[in-house]
C-alpha cells in the first residue's frame, strides 16, 4: 500500500518546465554588437611617433617602433608634409661671417610665391663654430634649424689631433663619437641614422650622392658652389643630410691635410 501510494505520488508530480531556447532576437543582438566591437578595434589606429624616415618606401621592423630620433634621444622632427616642395630645390651654403654661415633656397631655383607658400622659409640653417671655453683645444659646431635663433638641430665637438679630443656628434639628449655616426670606408661613407638604418653617400670628385636604400635623396657640390640639391622626400632628413655635409666637408679637408695638398690647419679660435 505504502509502495503504491509512493508510485502514485511520483506518477503525478508534475516535471520541471523545460529551459526555454535563447531568444533568436537576443543571439543577433549580441552577436552584432560583438561583431560592432571587434570592427571598432579592427579599425582602431594605434598611434605612432612622428617619423623622418621613409616608412611607405622600407618595410616594418618588427619589434621596434622607435624612431631613429626616439632611440637617439633627440626630439621629433616639427616638419609639415604640407611645406615638402613637389619638386627638386636646390640650396647654397654662403659664408656670413667669420664663423658662420648659412644654407638656404637659392633665389632662381624657386619663386618668392613658391617660396612662401611651401614654408621653405623652415628649410634655413644656421651654423656657426665657436670655442668650447673649458676646453681651448677644441671647438663646437652647433646647427640650427630656422636661422641664428632656430632650433638647435645638432652640435659637433671636435679638436686639434694632438689634443687627443675624439669627435662628439649631439642631436637631442643624445651624443655618440664620430666612428658611430660615419663609416670610415673610402669612396662610398654610410652615415647612421641610430636604429639600424643609413644614407649612403657616393663621393665622386665633383658631385656627391646621398640616397636611402635605393632612393634618390640629395646631390651636393663639394667644391666653390656649395650646392645642395634636395629631392621632395630629402627633406624628411634634412637634419641629418646637413649634419653629414659638415662631417664629410671636415673629412675632405682632412684628408687633403694628410697628403700634403695644403699646409696645417689650425683652429681660427685658439687662443695663444
Known amino acids: 500500500m505504502s509502495g503504491d501510494g509512493a508510485t502514485g505520488s511520483l506518477k503525478t508530480s508534475s516535471p520541471p518546465p523545460p529551459i526555454p531556447p535563447r531568444s533568436r532576437a537576443r543571439s543577433a543582438s549580441l552577436g552584432s554588437a560583438h561583431s560592432h566591437s571587434e570592427d571598432r578595434r579592427s ?40 611645406a615638402y616642395p613637389s619638386h627638386a630645390v636646390t640650396y647654397r651654403f654662403a659664408q656670413t661671417g667669420a664663423f658662420e654661415m648659412t644654407l638656404e633656397a637659392e633665389g632662381d631655383s624657386t619663386s618668392e610665391k613658391e617660396v612662401s607658400s611651401l614654408g621653405l622659409r623652415m628649410w634655413r640653417y644656421h651654423i656657426a663654430v665657436g670655442v668650447n671655453v673649458l676646453t681651448l683645444r677644441s671647438w663646437v659646431t652647433s646647427v640650427r634649424r630656422g636661422g641664428e635663433d632656430g632650433l638647435l638641430v645638432a652640435e659637433i665637438e671636435s679638436g686639434v689631433l694632438s689634443s687627443g ?7 637631442g639628449d643624445g651624443s655618440r663619437l664620430l666612428k658611430d655616426v660615419l663609416s670610415r670606408t673610402v669612396g662610398c661613407k654610410m652615415y647612421y641614422l641610430g636604429d639600424g638604418t643609413s644614407i649612403r653617400w657616393n663621393l665622386g ?58 699646409g696645417p690647419v689650425v683652429s681660427p679660435l685658439l687662443v695663444a
Not at 679630443?165 to 642631436?171: A, E
Not at 670628385?205 to 646621398?210: I, L, P, Q
Not at 634634412?238 to 682632412?254: C, G, I, P, S, T
Request: hydrophobic letters at 40%; a neutral charge; one cysteine or more.
Open 205 to 262: 670628385e665633383t658631385k656627391w650622392e646621398a640616397f636611402f636604400d635605393s632612393v634618390a635623396l640629395a646631390t651636393f657640390d663639394p667644391g666653390p658652389a656649395r650646392k645642395l640639391v634636395m629631392q621632395p622626400v630629402a627633406h624628411r632628413f634634412f637634419d641629418h643630410l646637413v649634419v653629414a655635409v659638415v662631417l664629410l666637408m671636415r673629412e675632405k679637408e682632412e684628408a687633403a691635410c694628410a697628403r700634403g695638398d695644403t
Open 43 to 82: 579599425r582602431r589606429v594605434r598611434p605612432r611617433p612622428q617619423t623622418i624616415g621613409l616608412p611607405e618606401l622600407t618595410e616594418q621592423r618588427a619589434g621596434s617602433d622607435l624612431t631613429a630620433e626616439a632611440r637617439w634621444g633627440s626630439k621629433p622632427p616639427t616638419y609639415s608634409a604640407a
Open 165 to 171: 679630443c675624439n669627435t662628439t656628434v649631439t642631436m
